[in-house]
């Protein structure tokens, strides 16, 4: 009789070797509450970490919601709080870029970022990275030269973002 009970139940569990479904993966985001994002946002732009405690201690709870209903491991748990820390802090980062002028598609396109593309993993922003994103503001009629300081560290904060969001998923698939 268990074992009837039991393998319906083990059909609903999402299986690890699986590629998570996007569902899934939007469960965190669609439960944050309004103004997260930009919140995480900021926290990739600071290095204090007081600062950014209280929207990271969010984070952690809405993460830890979702990854028990999704039945996630410890290590998926904490790839999940990867992906959406940096999925939500892109969120936050993007109408910034545009309020700068800067496209965040043309970040993504000049180092090869998104579905389908390289996506290669990233401990770090490097010098290589933000050339690359000059030499596509240039292409694109844009001063490099002209992007401020607030507009470059907020590109930083892009790549930085789109590298963990994407380096968690690799866990997470």
């Known amino acids: 009789m268990r074992r009837a009970l039991l393998l319906p139940a083990l059909a609903l569990l999402p299986a690890s070797a699986m590629a998570r479904a996007p569902q899934a993966l939007a469960c965190a985001v669609i ?22 405690k209280p929207a990271l201690d969010t984070l952690h709870a809405l993460v830890d919601r979702c990854a028990a209903d999704q039945f996630l491991g410890n290590k998926e748990r904490d790839a999940y709080f990867a992906y959406v820390l940096g999925r939500m802090a892109r969120d936050g980062l993007d109408s910034r870029l545009k309020a700068e002028g800067i496209s965040s598609d043309l970040i993504d396109k000049a180092l090869d970022i998104g579905p389908g593309n390289a996506n290669n993993p990233a401990t770090q922003v490097t010098q290589g990275d933000l050339r690359r994103v000059a030499t596509a503001l240039t292409e694109a009629g844009r001063d490099p030269a002209k992007v401020t300081p607030v507009g470059w560290g907020l590109i930083t904060a892009w790549i930085a973002a789109t590298a963990q969001m994407f380096d968690a998923l690799r866990v997470l698939d």
């Not at 994002?37 to 950014?52: I, K, V, Y």
């Open 31 to 52: 439960a944050a509450p309004e103004g997260l994002d930009a919140q995480l946002a900021d926290s990739m732009l600071t290095l204090d970490e007081a600062r950014s």
